[in-house]
């Protein structure tokens, strides 16, 4: 798979939207990547977990809860390896959890994110993931905004690993 052979995809999942958009972190943007419509999308998701196996080479896969579970699901039955879901607080019943899965102490863990514009979210899930024994140095997403998160993982010594550049998306715009 190439590059735009996914991003020809999250186009036709009208995953790419311009406007004007609110983002989580506070800013705003003249386009929206809608993760929702490409992480519900079976073609998608099929490239997606196609393009993070060619970039795995850890032996255990995390998740951030809630929007990259899927992705995490799909690349796990496609690499065959087991992951774990890191949640952003740890829940107020059963088991409360922070990370739900197995994971051992020392285990290298990669994460897979969506999309990555503050990489505030992967961050937390790394520091979490650390705190369990984890060590993480990677994160991969699919679509980096280029916001700032590279320099904000390099800050905490993670490593960001895009499937697609803003740049890269936005081109034929």
Same mark, same amino acid.
């Given at each position: 798979?190439?590059?735009?052979?996914?991003?020809?995809?999250?186009?036709?999942?009208?995953?790419?939207?311009?406007?004007?958009?609110?983002?989580?972190?506070?800013?705003?943007?003249?386009?929206?990547?809608?993760?929702?419509?490409?992480?519900?999308?079976?073609?998608?998701?099929?490239?997606?977990?196609?393009?993070?196996?060619?970039?795995?080479?850890?032996?255990?896969?995390?998740?951030?809860?809630?929007?990259?579970?899927?992705?995490?699901?799909?690349? $796990? =039955?496609?690499?065959?390896?087991?992951?774990?879901? +890191?949640?952003?607080?740890?829940?107020?019943?059963? &088991?409360? *959890? /922070? !990370?739900?899965?197995?994971?051992?102490?020392?285990?290298?863990?990669?994460?897979?994110?969506?999309? $990555? =514009?503050?990489?505030?979210?992967?961050?937390?899930? +790394?520091?979490?993931?650390?705190?369990?024994?984890? &060590?993480? *140095? /990677? !994160?991969?997403?699919?679509?980096?905004?280029?916001?700032?998160?590279?320099?904000?993982?390099?800050?905490?010594?993670?490593?960001?690993?895009?499937?697609?550049? +803003?740049?890269?998306?936005?081109?034929?715009?």
């Amino acid at each position: 798979m190439t590059n735009q052979e996914l991003i020809a995809a999250l186009r036709d999942a009208d995953a790419v939207q311009y406007g004007e958009f609110e983002l989580s972190h506070g800013g705003t943007s003249d386009y929206y990547v809608d993760k929702y419509l490409f992480e519900t999308d079976p073609h998608c998701l099929e490239l997606i977990a196609e393009a993070f196996a060619a970039k795995i080479d850890e032996p255990k896969l995390a998740g951030v809860a809630l929007g990259a579970v899927p992705l995490v699901a799909v690349t $796990a =039955t496609e690499t065959d390896r087991p992951y774990v879901i +890191a949640r952003k607080k740890a829940k107020e019943y059963g &088991t409360a *959890n /922070r !990370i739900e899965g197995r994971l051992d102490e020392g285990e290298e863990v990669v994460v897979l994110e969506d999309i $990555a =514009t503050t990489g505030n979210s992967a961050i937390d899930a +790394a520091e979490a993931l650390r705190e369990a024994g984890a &060590t993480v *140095n /990677r !994160i991969l997403v699919v679509v980096d905004r280029e916001e700032g998160a590279t320099e904000r993982l390099a800050e905490h010594d993670l490593e960001l690993d895009a499937l697609v550049t +803003a740049s890269e998306l936005l081109a034929d715009r």
